[in-house]
């Protein structure tokens, strides 16, 4: 059984150039494991608190010197020779260290540094792979792989804003492998490039997580574009390729308007014009089509929309229990989308999976906007039993370190994908 011999941490990059941590696990048995943690740019109120520096004239105050040192002194002096013979231990622990609600002591990066590294190292010891290590942990057998969403067009705060709504992404769901979803989007990825540089003289720069950013004059563009690079593209709409939206709406809501543009709505005016694109775009999935505050609307566009797509919570829900517990007694939503960070430790992030799986949800595990090259997402949405996986597009390396694991994985295992609900 594991005995952590030391936990140390140092200061690494993400992919936007800013500071994250790695976080290193030493086990008396001479197993050493690391493991980084990455970091949002669009964030919930409700995430746990990512502890910075401060120090404006180190990278701007985005430093993280301080959580390295709360796992090398703090959180090492605790659990310094210690035996876990679970990971729910481990990560008990970690929550008594901090003491307080939203992790501001440690930091929810030092914490969340710990946690996966302790696992990763545990998986070693035990000489599974750590996919595997993931569904052990929760009592999970593997039947099926995640299904792809992988980001096509981004606006919002992963490019500049030049559009309000988030991110379009492809989903492939004529795909049977992992393979083939890859190949289809390279397609369709390449079509939209060609797409942006004919119609918008854009060159193929891209935002946060990869996806393209031609200056698109409304949200409805972005959609019209999308789909007009599926069928450039060869591919058919809704049959061999669909669409899911992150309209990130938190971000344009102020003072209870909604503001899409040119155009100010209410909360009733922006479920219409969301259910309005789910009927017109081969849309499966609109995540936070309202916003994180808006409580007594979301169970008007689940009512809304649900029949014909996923409604996804992010920012609404943060991956957090309690929130998640409340949308369900509202009947608010019917997906989570799952972010390890958002609530700190592996078993509180298996606690909100277990919730949503309870109510009947659809799960989707997800990255951030500034990842790493650590690929230990794809193994938490294969043995988690995630139905799809969100890691952004194909054209970074911080991404690609995750889909070229779950080609290694489809590799192993020769699993199907998971197939989404047919809604009509």
Known sequence: MPVVRNASAYEILDSRGRPTIAVKIELDGGVVAEASVPSGASTGTAEMLELRDGDIKRYGGKGCRNAVNNVSTMIAREINGTRFDHQSELDAKLLTIDGTSNKSRCGANAILGVSLAFARAHSIE???????HFADMIGHRITHLPQLTINL?????????????QDVLGVPVGAKTIDESLSMMYALYQSAAELGMRKYCARPLVGDEGGLAPPFQSAEEMLDDSVAAIIAAGL???VDMSLAVDVASSHFHSNGRYQLGDDSLDSGGMIERIHAWVQKYPLVSVEDGLAEDDWKNWPLLKARISSGALVLGDDFLCTNPDRISRAIESDAANALLLKVNQIGTLTEAAAALKLAREAGW???VSARSGETEDHWLADLATGWGGDQ?????????ERLAKYNRLLAIENELKLPLKALPIRG
């Open 126 to 132: 035990r000489g599974v792979p750590l996919y595997k």
């Open 153 to 165: 067009f981004s606006g919002g705060k992963h490019a500049g804003g030049q559009v309000p709504i």
């Open 236 to 238: 058919r709409p809704s």
């Open 362 to 364: 659809h799960v989707t």
């Open 389 to 397: 996986i969100k890691i952004g597009s194909i054209t970074r390396s």
